[in-house]
T-cell receptor, first 107, second 114 residues
């Protein structure tokens, strides 16, 4: 089964720092690159997504960048805040999900 | 609030028993997905229904079954429960059956098998 590999598994960042999470995929038919955010006790919620016709998309402090040749896409969180502490997932076509990255932002 | 409702929120039962988890999708959404989330396995896709028909199947055990009813709500049935079935079960919905696009998740049903 084709996989989606996230890294790192966990991440600790100081308030105001930059958080970077990576996702490597195998399926070359991938045409939608989402990042979901999950808080404890809640279901995942779409944070930001990109389609392969653009290399970068920015929404506020969150940027998703896409590298087709490397088959990777990344989430950058600028000026990280304690409220960003959550688990982040990437996914392939809703069927195959990364194992998640647990982000802790220290105040 | 995603608009997706799951019941029950918590369920404690014994090995060998059978439980039913219920999901009401967002108004207008035709597609329902079921996922299992455990600590070491991340989010595992179980099954997808679109407008009452099974559309895709993932790592769903034979002891598990699901269906989507004419009013579009869905149920996930888990039988002959084992300790390893303890997990969070999420339902998500979306308007279309397409592979891309946003999923809207419920808050999950936490199953504990003792």
């Amino acid at each position: 089964q084709q996989q989606v590999k996230q890294s790192p598994q966990s991440l600790i960042v100081q308030k105001g720092g930059i958080s970077i999470i990576n996702c490597a995929y195998e399926n070359t038919a991938f045409d939608y690159f989402p990042w979901y955010q999950q808080f404890p006790g809640k279901g995942p919620a779409l944070l930001i997504a990109i389609r392969p016709d653009v290399s970068e998309k920015k929404e506020g402090r969150f940027t998703i960048s896409f590298n087709k040749s490397a088959k990777q896409f990344s989430l950058h969180i600028m000026d990280s805040q304690p409220g960003d502490s959550a688990t982040y997932f990437c996914a392939d076509r809703k069927l195959i999900w990364g194992l998640g990255t647990s982000l802790a932002v220290n105040p | 609030d995603s608009g997706v409702t799951q019941t029950p929120k918590h369920l404690i039962t014994a090995t060998g028993q059978r439980v039913t988890l219920r999901c009401s999708p967002r108004s207008g959404d035709l597609s329902v997905y079921w996922y299992q989330q455990s600590l070491d396995q991340g989010l595992q896709f179980l099954i997808q229904y679109y407008n009452g028909e099974e559309r895709a199947k993932g790592n769903i055990l034979e002891r598990f079954s699901a269906q989507q009813f004419p009013d579009l709500h869905s149920e996930l049935n888990l039988s002959s429960l084992e300790l390893g079935d303890s997990a969070l079960y999420f339902c998500a919905s979306t308007q279309s059956g397409r592979a891309s696009g946003e999923l809207f998740f419920g808050e999950g049903s936490r199953l504990t098998v003792l």
